[in-house]
T-cell receptor, first 113, second 109 residues
């Protein structure tokens, strides 16, 4: 069964802490994405990667960075968490750039106090 | 940028009813995605279609490229169909996908 696995389902962090969210896919997909999902705003793209060590900013990259050292793993980093980063974070992967089937992880619900 | 409108935003129906969720977009596309998200859960891809109709179990997705419109139908709806249904199309955002705001469906027993 194909899978996108996110490391943590629920996290609670304090303002200013560094936060790592990890995502691993077992489908040998080149393309991986990090989204955040907020009520009334839908899914918004934070960062994406089309290859190892390659990263591109999405629509809302401020306050985030990413790392893709291996094809199967795409990490989202919050260097200094803030309360407005409280959200649901979803990782996705796909084979084709915009026409491939999308596979999502279960999501990581982050609360920043 | 492709603008995506989904309707209705919220829908409550009784078990067994036929459900239709609509998605309209502003710019011609190569493929459209329908996604499902259960409460507290991750997102699952239901369909990716570029023309005509696709069926999977009780779910049917149709697309009319000329009218820039797609529908997701659920036959013999069941409480386990309660979820948010999201459509996504190319043509917007840095990764080329624009997502609708979703339709929140509740099926009551």
């Amino acid at each position: 069964d194909v899978k996108v696995t996110q490391s943590s389902r629920y996290l609670v962090k304090r303002t200013g802490e560094k936060v790592f969210l990890e995502c691993v896919q077992d489908m040998d997909h080149e393309n991986m994405f990090w989204y955040r999902q907020d009520p009334g705003l839908g899914l918004r793209l934070i960062y994406f990667s089309y290859d190892v060590k390659m990263k591109e900013k999405g629509d809302i990259p401020e306050g985030y960075s990413v790392s893709r050292e291996k094809k199967e793993r795409f990490s989202l980093i919050l260097e200094s968490a803030s309360t407005n980063q409280t959200s649901m974070y979803l990782c996705a992967s796909t084979l084709g750039r915009i026409t491939g089937e999308l596979f999502f992880g279960e999501g990581s619900r982050l609360t920043v106090l | 940028k492709n603008e995506v409108e989904q309707s209705p935003q919220n829908l409550t129906a009784q078990e067994g009813e036929f459900i239709t969720i609509n998605c309209s977009y502003s710019v011609g596309i190569s493929a459209l995605h329908w996604l499902q998200q259960h409460p507290g859960g991750g997102i699952v891809s239901l369909f990716m279609l570029s023309s005509g109709k696709k069926k999977h179990g009780r779910l049917i997705a149709t697309i009319n490229i000329q009218e820039k419109h797609s529908s997701l139908h659920i036959t013999a709806s069941h409480p386990r169909d309660s979820a948010v249904y999201i459509c996504a199309v190319p043509g917007g955002g840095a990764d080329g996908l624009t997502f609708g705001k979703g339709t929140h469906l509740i099926i009551q027993p």
